[in-house]
Nanobody, 126 residues
Framework: QVQLEESGGGLVQAGGSLRLSCAAS????????MGWFRQAPGKEREFVAG????????AYADSVKGRFTISRENAKNSVYLQMNSLKPEDTAVYYC???????????????????WGQGTQVTVSS
């Protein structure tokens, strides 16, 4: 099990940028594939971006491709989500999630992830 803590959320105008961070506890972070999800009020939690343990495979939701970038620093037990050209529809609570193991990633599947953070609010004003 790994403890996850998100940070970096806030209020930003449309067209602006934010960088989310997710810090993980423990010494085995490099064995985890990581994902970012978001949940807007009244909607289901949806996949945003994922990255495998090595950083060698990455996936994005179509809605954020070309605007968001996921990255990780295993030496710092951290994963990041750089969000550019933000839109009001990006407003949501953003969650970091972790999957332990080297199996083929199922980035989009919430059930694939075993650990979740508490989330950080991102609000984009028009």
């Amino acid at each position: 099990q790994v403890q996850l803590e998100e940070s970096g959320g806030g209020l930003v105008q449309a067209g602006g940028s934010l960088r989310l961070s997710c810090a993980a506890s423990g010494r085995t972070f490099s064995r985890y594939s990581m994902g970012w999800f978001r949940q807007a009020p009244g909607k289901e939690r949806e996949f945003v971006a994922g990255i495998v343990w090595s950083g060698g495979r990455i996936a994005y939701a179509d809605s954020v491709k070309g605007r968001f970038t996921i990255s990780r620093e295993n030496a710092k037990n951290s994963v990041y989500l750089q969000m550019n050209s933000l839109k009001p529809e990006d407003t949501a609570v953003y969650y970091c999630a972790a999957h332990l193991g080297y199996d083929s990633p199922r980035f989009y599947d919430k059930e694939w992830y075993g650990d979740w953070g508490q989330g950080t609010q991102v609000t984009v004003s028009s």
